[in-house]
């Protein structure tokens, strides 16, 4: 770690005079804006408080009282302006008069956004005489790391308390009230830094200009003039893997006691056709680091080398095969591995061990994608991107669906499973 000048050497983690501001400061602010306007407004008493209280409750749902540092600059204004319309709903639906709702809008709006102005000239003003700052440093290689990182020393105001410049990331770093500000390129990223799990708060500076017209987008503020942006957690960390695997568990059992006629009535004429048994089973990578034994409907008489062969051979597989594979209705019996816990409904599709091995040492980001339980249908998947296509643009498919996944996600990509998607053009194994 290099130390910039004032930085202080015989501790890792400066402290401020006075200890921070608590984390309750913005909402106990709110509500006391919200508590103002509804005994000095328009309409005081129960409606006046439930409109109060809904406008608290958007704020809340726009993340504005997480835990960590926030930019003083943040602009969190439009979102005061957004929580003080969204009340007008909850109001109407009291029976409330138009009117009456317009000035309880307007009226609670002027007051939380008056209260939030003063209380961040005030947090600045605080910052700026040295108190309440949080420990940072600031990561990257070269001259531009340090020119951001004494733009941070310069600004106090912004609440950080600069530590030093380190062009990878210290042994134990991490715990307490500590913030991560990365100032470098793509090629030079903290890896350390990369998943769900970090230790610490993480932004990113963004120290190269974008093309003329084109700005960062997202949630951030400034440093000096530098635009910083927080870096996020996945979408699927934390309690948001329980959510996916409840939806599984209860749309996978309703769709499996509603698909079993169905499945039954295909079993027997896979049985018919082709001969016991009517089920196939073999061995694929589940992602997370598993192994499981999917479920499918036979469409080939026999296939030897069917763990280590990439394409069906030709003429193995008669009408029904075929027709089976072209609907994807052999993948059904892959709703009991659902409910099982062994699979998603949606998620990347497993892969046989063999090519895993083969196409993770040639593709970069193939092995990212095993983040997340595998999956009967896929992001990848309902855009054509199945059987022998590219793995590579899979490979994209699947790590952009991780990423930004969310339960809608999920519910339209499910939809979309029911709509027949072409083929994308031969891509090759390779």
């Known amino acids: 770690m290099t130390a910039l000048p004032g ?23 709110d509500l006391a804006a919200a508590a103002t306007a509804g005994a000095v407004g328009p309409s005081a008493g129960v409606p006046m408080a439930c409109y109060s209280a809904a406008v608290v409750a958007v704020l809340a749902a726009g993340g504005q ?18 929580a003080t319309v969204c009340g007008v709903a909850l109001a109407t639906a009291l029976w409330l008069p138009l009117d009456l709702v317009s000035a309880m809008a ?24 040295g108190h309440g700052l949080r420990p940072a440093l600031v990561i990257g290689a070269g001259q531009v790391a340090h020119e951001f990182a004494n733009t941070v020393r310069r600004h106090p105001e912004c609440g950080l308390r600069l530590c030093g410049v380190a062009d990878r990331v210290p042994a134990g770093l991490g715990g307490g009230r500590a913030e991560v500000v990365i100032a470098c390129g793509a090629d030079d990223w903290p890896r350390e830094l990369a998943g769900p799990d970090r230790p610490v708060q993480v932004w990113v500076a963004l120290t190269s200009r974008c093309p003329p017209g ?3 987008g997202g949630q951030g503020g400034e440093i000096g003039g530098v635009p910083i ?13 329980r959510v996916k695997r409840a939806v599984d568990v209860l749309a996978g059992t309703a769709l499996l006691a509603v698909l079993a006629p169905v499945l039954a009535a295909l079993a027997a004429l ?14 694929r990578d589940a992602g997370e ?67 895993t091995r083969q196409f993770a040492g040639r593709i970069p980001g193939y092995l990212d994608r095993q983040r997340m339980p595998a999956g009967i249908t896929g992001w ?10 590219s793995i590579a643009e899979r490979i994209r498919f699947d790590n952009a669906y991780i990423d930004y996944w969310s339960p809608w996600l999920d519910v339209r990509i499910m939809l979309r499973t029911l709509v027949p998607t072409p083929r994308r053009p031969h891509g090759g194994a390779r």
């Open 7 to 29: 930085a202080t050497r015989s501790a890792p983690w400066p402290k401020s005079r006075l200890p921070a501001l608590p984390q309750q400061l913005w909402p106990a602010l």
């Open 65 to 82: 009282y997480r835990p960590g540092w926030r930019p003083p600059n943040l602009p969190a204004y439009s979102l005061c302006l957004i």
């Open 106 to 129: 307007a009226w609670t709006a002027g007051v939380v956004l008056v209260f939030r102005c003063a209380a961040a000239g005030a947090v600045r003003e605080w910052h700026r005489r």
């Open 214 to 216: 084109l700005v960062p």
């Open 229 to 241: 942006v927080p870096l996020r957690a996945g979408s699927y960390s934390g309690g948001r893997r």
């Open 270 to 283: 896979v049985r018919v056709r082709c001969g016991p048994p009517a089920l196939f089973t073999q061995i």
């Open 289 to 355: 680091g598993r192994q499981l034994r999917i479920l499918k409907l036979r469409t080939l008489p026999g296939h030897p080398d069917a763990d280590t062969r990439w394409a069906v051979p030709q003429g193995c597989c008669g009408r029904l095969g075929r027709w089976l594979r072209r609907t994807h209705l052999d993948e059904l019996p892959q709703l009991v591995n659902v409910v099982r816990g062994e699979m998603s409904l949606v998620g990347p599709r497993p892969e046989r061990p063999y090519f």
């Open 380 to 389: 990848a998947q309902v855009h054509g991107l199945h059987g022998d296509t």
